[in-house]
């Protein structure tokens, strides 16, 4: 087998590392985090050796194959390749807050801007407050089991995030050759208060109704604009980010398109605004739908968990609310999951309900099938926007 590009990023993570050779010991790694490691297998002097070559896509096939060959030029003349080690710049001349000033930059030009403000606040007030004169390379796996755990004492929802965001740092510092392993990795199995546990969370109908009726009430806790966008996302099975960042020039008339920088994605993505819909779009006020105090921004996505996590406290320190209103812990993205599901419980077909939630083709179809199904959106959405206004007209159960 001789390696390509499209092979490489071809092959899957699985639960075990596993690894696939060319030729020669020419052998490309690949961890259960997704890392894919260039590596030279060979014996010399009796010994089984193995030399990294570099990690994909940072270093590309042609160089890993220079390497390779280089390696075992030396190799054929009895010489470790590893001996002396490669001149490299070492973890240790790299400290958390450099790497976290890089991480950030480099998401200024890959990532939406909702989660590029989300990612910096979270790394700069638990992070960097925590070990921002630490050096990369020192970072241990129980140091971040320990940072989690703090976080994770205050608030499940914040070391949720502090894990998401720490975890994604460290992988691209692994990219970078900074680290020779993420700490992050696997952590959420040490610590069982955040282990994602609401993957597969679909709300009930009686959950819906109740989710619905509280956070339409005029006089339910959390401000207007964060409820709003959450019953918002249920209607149009939208991302929550996506949602949050919604902006006046997206939206003509009845079609709101989500240009592909704010996409997760990065494909335009046009969402059929129903009459449901709508009436939740609040006055603008702004260039946004859904705007922060200031109007300076939009809310952001921390903001549509906050109404489902902050219990405001009376004058005798006790809660005058539940978190998730009173229902099992649930979360934004769990409202996008129910509408797919609900969706798919009308008779939505497959394909209709992955263009409605602008998930991408894969393979082929993703190549030859640019069909954007706007008739079918629309067609598929008034029907659930139909089903959820009969259902949260009826009073839930006690």
């Known amino acids: 087998m001789k390696f390509t590009d499209r092979y490489i990023q071809s092959l899957k993570p699985r639960e075990k590392e596993y690894c696939i050779r060319e030729s020669h010991g020419f052998t490309i790694r690949v961890l259960p985090t997704g890392c894919k490691t260039f590596q030279y297998i060979y014996t010399l002097a009796g010994k089984r050796r193995r030399f990294n070559l570099g990690h994909y896509p940072a270093t590309t096939l042609s160089e890993a194959r220079e390497k390779f060959r280089a390696a075992a030029n030396q190799v054929s003349k009895g010489v470790d390749p590893q001996s002396p080690p490669p001149v490299v710049v070492e973890p240790e001349q790299h400290t958390v807050k450099d790497l976290v000033k890089d991480y950030l930059e480099h998401l200024e030009k890959s990532a939406a801007k909702t989660y590029l ?21 020192s970072i241990r796996r129980r140091d971040a089991i320990l940072l989690v755990e703090d976080v994770a004492s205050r608030a499940k929802a914040q070391a949720l995030g502090v894990l998401k965001h720490a975890r994604a740092m460290f992988t691209y510092a692994l990219h970078r050759e900074l680290v020779d392993f993420n700490p992050f990795a696997g952590v959420s199995a040490a610590i069982p208060d955040v282990t994602p546990n609401s993957r597969e969370r679909v709300l009930s109908d009686n959950e819906i109704k109740i989710i619905w009726n509280t956070l339409s009430d005029k006089d339910s806790a959390g401000s207007l604009i964060a409820r709003n966008a959450l019953l918002l996302i249920l209607v149009t099975a939208q991302r929550p980010g996506e949602v949050a960042g919604m902006a006046k020039s997206e939206v003509d008339k009845e079609w709101w398109t989500i240009p592909k920088e ?9 969402v059929y605004l129903t009459p449901l819909a709508q009436r939740l779009l609040p006055k603008l006020i702004c260039p946004w739908y859904f705007p922060s105090p200031d109007l300076e921004s939009p809310i952001g996505r921390p903001a549509l968990s906050h109404v489902l996590t902050k219990q405001p406290k009376d004058k005798e320190g006790k809660s005058t609310r539940q978190q998730y209103l009173g229902l099992p812990r649930w979360t934004p993205h769990d409202l996008r999951r129910t509408a797919a599901t609900k969706l798919s419980e009308l008779g939505c077909p497959d394909e209709i309900i992955d263009a409605i939630l602008n998930h991408v083709k894969k393979g082929v179809i993703g190549v030859y099938n640019r069909n954007k199904y706007d008739k079918e959106k629309k067609k598929w959405l008034l029907k659930w926007a139909k089903h959820l206004e009969t259902l949260v007209s009826n009073p839930a159960d006690k």
Do not use: I, M, P
């Not at 407050?129 to 050096?135: A, C, G, L, P, T």
């Open 262 to 270: 704010r996409a997760k994605n990065k494909e335009e993505h046009r």
């Open 117 to 137: 403000k989300t990612a910096s606040l979270t790394l700069k007030n638990d992070v960097l407050k925590n070990w921002e004169d630490r050096q990369v390379g």
